[in-house]
C-alpha cells in the first residue's frame, strides 16, 4: 500500500516539482487544479512568462489579497507581473494553436504507454467542458502532466492504455505525481526519480503501465525543501 501522504503536501510537491523542470524564459500555460500551483514555485534566478486561455501573457503568483479583477482560465485570482499584458481570446488561442508554447501544465484522468493523454470526460458524469486542452496538448511543444499517482479509489492512473475518451494522442513528454517522475524517453515510458517515502517495488505495485527505469534512480527533487517549508 502506499503511504497516506496530507493533500497540500502532495500538490505542492508536484506543483514544485514540475516548476524546477521549466526553462528559464520559456512560456508555459497552467491547466486548473495542481498546475495552477506552480507558479508559485518557481526557483529563485529563474524567469517564466505564465500564459492562460483567457487572455493574460505574464500571469504571476495568486496575490495576497483576493483581487477579482484578474482571474485564469481556472478560476484563480492572480497578478500580472510587470511587462504582462491582457489580450483578446482570439489571440490567446493563437498562441496555443500557433505553436507558440513551450510547455503547457495539464492535470490528468488517465495516461497510457503510447504516451496518450485522457483528462477531458468521464461518460455518463456531468462535463463541465474541456476548456482549451485539445488545443493546448496539440499546439504546445512540451506537455508535462501533474496528478496524483492512483484514483481516490486507489486505482493506477497510469495504465496500459487508456479506456477513457483521449484529449491528445502521443503527447505527453512527462508525468509528475508525488511518488515519482516519468519522462517518455525514446518512446519508453521511464522512472527517473522516486520520492523518499516509497520503493521501486511500490510504485511498480500501483502503476499498471509497464515502464523502464533509469540508472541509479535518485530521490525526487524538491522533496527536500519540504521539512524547512513546513517549519517556515
Known amino acids: 500500500m502506499l503511504p497516506v501522504l496530507d493533500g497540500e503536501l502532495i500538490r505542492h510537491r508536484i506543483a514544485r516539482r514540475i516548476a524546477m523542470d521549466l526553462e528559464d524564459g520559456s512560456v508555459v500555460n497552467l491547466g486548473i487544479g495542481i498546475p495552477t500551483l506552480v507558479s508559485d ?27 477579482w479583477r484578474f482571474i485564469g482560465a481556472g478560476g484563480r485570482c492572480l497578478t500580472i507581473l510587470p511587462g504582462g499584458a491582457l489580450v483578446a481570446s482570439d489571440f490567446s488561442f493563437g498562441m496555443i494553436r500557433g505553436g507558440h508554447l513551450d510547455a503547457t501544465v495539464l492535470g490528468a484522468l488517465q495516461i497510457d504507454e503510447d504516451a496518450n493523454l485522457a ?32 484514483t481516490k479509489k486507489g486505482e493506477p492512473k497510469i495504465i496500459p492504455k487508456c479506456t477513457l475518451p483521449l484529449t491528445g494522442a502521443n503527447v505527453v513528454d512527462t508525468v509528475v505525481t508525488e511518488f515519482a517522475l516519468f519522462r517518455f524517453m525514446e518512446g519508453k515510458l521511464t522512472l527517473c526519480e522516486i520520492a523518499p517515502e516509497v520503493t521501486l517495488e511500490d510504485i511498480e505495485e500501483h502503476t499498471a503501465a509497464s515502464f523502464a527505469v533509469v540508472k541509479d534512480l535518485p530521490t525526487m527533487k524538491g522533496c527536500d525543501m519540504e521539512k524547512e517549508e513546513r517549519e517556515a
Not at 517564466?48 to 500571469?59: D, I, L, P, S
Not at 467542458?129 to 504546445?140: K, R, T
Open 41 to 67: 514555485h518557481i526557483p529563485e534566478g529563474v524567469e517564466v512568462v505564465f500564459q492562460t486561455e483567457n487572455g493574460v501573457v505574464g500571469a504571476g503568483p495568486k496575490p495576497e489579497k483576493t483581487d
Open 119 to 150: 483528462n477531458w470526460m468521464v461518460p455518463g458524469k456531468m462535463v463541465p467542458g474541456m476548456g482549451g486542452a485539445m488545443d493546448l496538448v496539440s499546439g504546445a511543444r512540451r506537455v508535462i502532466v501533474a496528478t496524483t499517482h492512483v
